[in-house]
């Protein structure tokens, strides 16, 4: 059953709420009575927005009502976002899966989205109001991110999004596709070499797939069950399921000298097949696993002289989340990025889409009321 629409809460006026955080050394993207420069001039109004103030079950803790414009501080800009995108790890940081707690006291939930530009902060050039951009890291290390009509990043982190590559898929581009970027390229281009990618029906394994192909890597991708593989894109040259008898000797098959990169989504359960099928100096690029504690035969690993690098897409370095968003942009943009996407839910539909998130392999967004 799905969940019900979240009734509107209306807040205290913005002059007598209370601030959600005044704590000054917290990145938290929302700063009451700012002066900025506007597409319309000065404005304190209010926006419509989702939050939750306590972790838990989507339907329990999600609330949709409204709240202070967002300002930019320097450097900054502020969004009105059309399309807000709805990951895995938006529901998992609500869920509070890794025991920590609310980072904030109020969280407006999601990272990606896509908008027009319409205020900027100091030492942003005001030609870039009324741009149309793509948004990564707006929740990343920050409590408000893009489920709400408005949203405050660093201008850097608003990218301009090509007149012909819809918003739909501007609000795909963020975390899978930065993800999929750094899993992929984090040791050099891969022309003319074999990328192995696990889950390539996944969100950052279909994107990473398609990034390795556009770079002229040959692909190999896996699926769990053999009736998966008709769903399989073009990007893959072959597939193998892992519901085979000897998933390893099948990929050995297709790359008999190995594979020099291997995109990882769950090494726990792939770490032996990972190290039977790959090159000498493979990397095997991990961004999940089921057993938060794996274990694999260390000396296979050792005498391939294989590297594991671990992929935290919050903490990428800035320098790589940049290249990313430029080389997404491009594959969007010449077409080379095919990316399923669900019909868009409405805002005051979000506990709906969190538990969409997990079930699906299409991805989940939501649209902003105008």
Same mark, same amino acid.
């Given at each position: 059953?799905?969940?019900?629409?979240?009734?509107?809460?209306?807040?205290?006026?913005?002059?007598?709420?209370?601030?959600?955080?005044?704590?000054?050394?917290?990145?938290?993207?929302?700063?009451?009575?700012?002066?900025?420069?506007?597409?319309?001039?000065?404005?304190?109004?209010?926006?419509?927005?989702?939050?939750?103030?306590?972790?838990?079950?989507?339907?329990?803790?999600?609330?949709?009502?409204?709240?202070?414009? #967002?300002? #930019?501080?320097?450097?900054?800009?502020?969004?009105?976002?059309?399309?807000?995108?709805?990951?895995?790890?938006?529901?998992?940081?609500?869920?509070?899966?890794?025991?920590?707690?609310?980072?904030?006291?109020?969280?407006? #939930?999601?990272?990606?989205?896509?908008?027009?530009?319409?205020?900027?902060?100091?030492?942003?050039?005001?030609?870039?109001?009324?741009?149309?951009?793509?948004?990564?890291?707006?929740?990343?290390?920050?409590?408000?991110?893009?489920?709400?009509?408005?949203?405050?990043?660093?201008?850097?982190?608003?990218?301009?999004?090509?007149?012909?590559?819809?918003?739909?898929?501007?609000?795909?581009?963020?975390?899978?596709?930065?993800?999929?970027?750094?899993?992929?390229?984090?040791?050099?281009?891969?022309?003319?070499?074999?990328?192995?990618?696990?889950?390539?029906?996944?969100?950052?394994?279909?994107?990473?797939?398609?990034?390795?192909?556009?770079?002229?890597?040959?692909?190999?991708?896996?699926?769990?069950?053999?009736?998966?593989?008709?769903?399989?894109?073009?990007?893959?040259?072959?597939?193998?399921?892992?519901?085979?008898?000897?998933?390893?000797?099948?990929?050995?098959?297709?790359?008999?000298?190995?594979?020099?990169?291997?995109?990882?989504?769950?090494?726990?359960?792939?770490?032996?097949?990972?190290?039977?099928?790959?090159?000498?100096?493979?990397?095997?690029?991990?961004?999940?696993?089921?057993? !938060?504690? !794996?274990?694999?035969?260390?000396?296979?690993?050792?005498?391939?002289?294989?590297?594991?690098?671990?992929?935290?897409?919050?903490?990428?370095?800035?320098?790589?989340?940049?290249?990313?968003?430029?080389?997404?942009?491009?594959?969007?943009?010449?077409?080379?990025?095919?990316?399923?996407?669900?019909?868009?839910?409405?805002?005051?539909?979000?506990?709906?889409?969190?538990?969409?998130?997990?079930?699906?392999?299409?991805?989940?967004?939501?649209?902003? #009321?105008?």
């Amino acid at each position: 059953m799905s969940a019900a629409p979240i009734a509107i809460r209306h807040c205290p006026p913005a002059a007598t709420r209370p601030l959600i955080d005044g704590s000054p050394n917290r990145r938290d993207g929302l700063r009451a009575g700012r002066a900025c420069r506007t597409a319309s001039g000065p404005s304190l109004g209010g926006m419509l927005a989702a939050w939750y103030e306590r972790p838990g079950a989507a339907a329990e803790v999600l609330e949709v009502g409204e709240m202070a414009d #967002p300002q #930019p501080a320097p450097a900054e800009v502020r969004v009105r976002i059309s399309v807000s995108g709805v990951n895995p790890g938006d529901t998992k940081k609500r869920g509070d899966w890794v025991g920590g707690g609310m980072p904030y006291p109020r969280v407006v #939930p999601h990272s990606d989205g896509t908008g027009v530009i319409d205020a900027v902060g100091d030492g942003v050039d005001v030609s870039r109001i009324g741009q149309r951009v793509w948004i990564y890291g707006a929740q990343s290390y920050r409590a408000f991110g893009t489920a709400a009509q408005l949203t405050v990043v660093p201008a850097g982190q608003a990218v301009p999004l090509p007149d012909r590559v819809s918003d739909e898929v501007g609000a795909c581009l963020g975390i899978p596709g930065i993800t999929a970027h750094r899993a992929v390229f984090s040791d050099g281009p891969v022309t003319d070499a074999t990328v192995l990618v696990h889950g390539v029906l996944g969100g950052v394994g279909s994107l990473a797939a398609q990034l390795a192909a556009w770079n002229g890597a040959t692909v190999i991708g896996t699926v769990r069950h053999t009736s998966d593989l008709s769903q399989v894109g073009d990007a893959v040259a072959r597939c193998v399921a892992l519901d085979v008898e000897d998933p390893a000797a099948a990929i050995r098959r297709l790359a008999p000298d190995g594979v020099d990169r291997i995109v990882e989504v769950s090494f726990s359960d792939n770490a032996d097949i990972d190290a039977a099928v790959a090159a000498p100096d493979a990397v095997i690029a991990a961004y999940a696993t089921r057993d !938060p504690r !794996p274990t694999f035969e260390f000396w296979p690993m050792l005498f391939g002289n294989l590297t594991i690098r671990l992929m935290g897409s919050d903490d990428f370095p800035a320098e790589a989340k940049q290249q990313a968003a430029r080389d997404l942009t491009e594959a969007a943009e010449q077409g080379a990025l095919r990316i399923p996407i669900d019909d868009p839910l409405p805002l005051d539909r979000i506990a709906e889409a969190h538990d969409r998130v997990d079930g699906t392999r299409a991805r989940v967004l939501l649209t902003m #009321p105008r």
